[in-house]
């Protein structure tokens, strides 16, 4: 079973002049566990609803998203809120918390979901910054950081409930290219280590090129092309 199945998803807005709008067009996709699978495409080619979709920020008009086995379309508030905590988000402006530290913002996701003890966050925390080599940085705050730093606590953030799948919405297109290429490797790095499928929209190439096993192209809300990357990356 694929970790996230998307079946014949569709997806419309109503524009100001009152006409629907096809976001999302019949698509229809399998994501497996463990996997690196990038989607890219064109500026409105429906990649931000996609990865919405596939967290429930948005439900669909039609089709279903199964994520875990569970068709997401079909669950009640409160069953979505658990099933939710399988799935860990980052952005491309990074979204972290200014007047928390680091430790308080990885923390942040765990003391929500509010199951956890003092001693398990703490080190769930350390656990999560290790993994994106910033435990150095435990107690600084996002201004003291660089870009590719903040990018890294976002990570280790969407990484503490230890969700299954990590979605990444342009997660380096506020970085330069040499900070951009070593986010990457932290996200190959992480994949091997922990086996967290890693979903990677973007619309640079090269960062589907260096990163993914998997890559899929939307073109104006549909699924237009899909190929697997040959050997992974670090034996190319
Ligand atoms: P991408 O991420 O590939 O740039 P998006 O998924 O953000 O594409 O958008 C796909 C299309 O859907 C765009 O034309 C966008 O304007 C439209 N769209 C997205 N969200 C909304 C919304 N909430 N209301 C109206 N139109 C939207
Ligand atoms: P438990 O929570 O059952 O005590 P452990 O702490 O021993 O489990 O970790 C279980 C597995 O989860 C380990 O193999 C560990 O490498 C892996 N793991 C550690 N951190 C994360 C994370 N942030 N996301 C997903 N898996 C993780």
């Known amino acids: 079973v694929p970790v996230i199945r998307l079946e014949s998803v569709q997806k419309s807005f109503t524009l100001p002049n009152g006409e629907r709008f096809d976001a999302v067009r019949a698509l229809s996709l399998d994501i497996h566990a463990g996997?690196?699978?990038g989607l890219i495409g064109k500026s409105g080619a429906?990649?931000?609803?996609?990865?919405?979709?596939?967290?429930?920020?948005?439900?669909?008009?039609?089709?279903?998203?199964?994520v875990g086995g569970?068709?997401?379309?079909?669950?009640s508030r409160a069953e979505l809120r658990g099933t939710r905590q399988s799935l860990g988000m980052i952005f491309?402006?990074?979204?972290?918390?200014?007047?928390?530290?680091?430790?308080?913002?990885v923390a942040f996701p765990l003391k929500i979901h509010g199951h956890h003890s003092r001693a398990?966050?703490?080190?769930?925390?350390?656990?999560?910054?290790?993994?994106v080599g910033l435990e150095s940085k435990i107690d600084s705050y996002p201004a003291q950081l660089s870009g590719g730093q903040k990018q890294r606590v976002a990570i280790a953030r969407a990484l503490a409930p230890r969700p299954q799948v990590l979605l990444c919405d342009e997660p380096t297109s506020a970085l330069d290219s040499e900070?951009?290429?070593?986010?990457?490797?932290?996200?190959?790095?992480?994949?091997?280590?922990?086996?967290?499928?890693?979903?990677?929209?973007?619309?640079?190439?090269?960062?589907?090129?260096?990163?993914?096993?998997?890559v899929a192209i939307l073109e104006q809300g549909e699924l237009v092309e899909q190929f697997a990357v040959d050997a992974p990356p670090a034996q190319r």
């Open 179 to 214: 900070t951009t290429q070593e986010l990457l490797a932290t996200l190959r790095d992480i994949n091997q280590q922990i086996g967290v499928t890693i979903v990677i929209v973007t619309h640079e190439l090269p960062v589907v090129e260096l990163l993914c096993r998997q």
């Open 70 to 75: 569970r068709d997401l379309t079909t669950l």
């Open 120 to 131: 398990e966050t703490k080190a769930r925390v350390r656990e999560c910054l290790e993994l």
């Open 46 to 66: 429906g990649k931000s609803t996609l990865l919405r979709l596939i967290n429930l920020l948005e439900r669909p008009d039609a089709g279903r998203v199964v």
């Open 35 to 37: 996997d690196i699978f």
């Open 92 to 105: 491309q402006q990074f979204n972290l918390i200014q007047n928390a530290t680091v430790a308080d913002n």
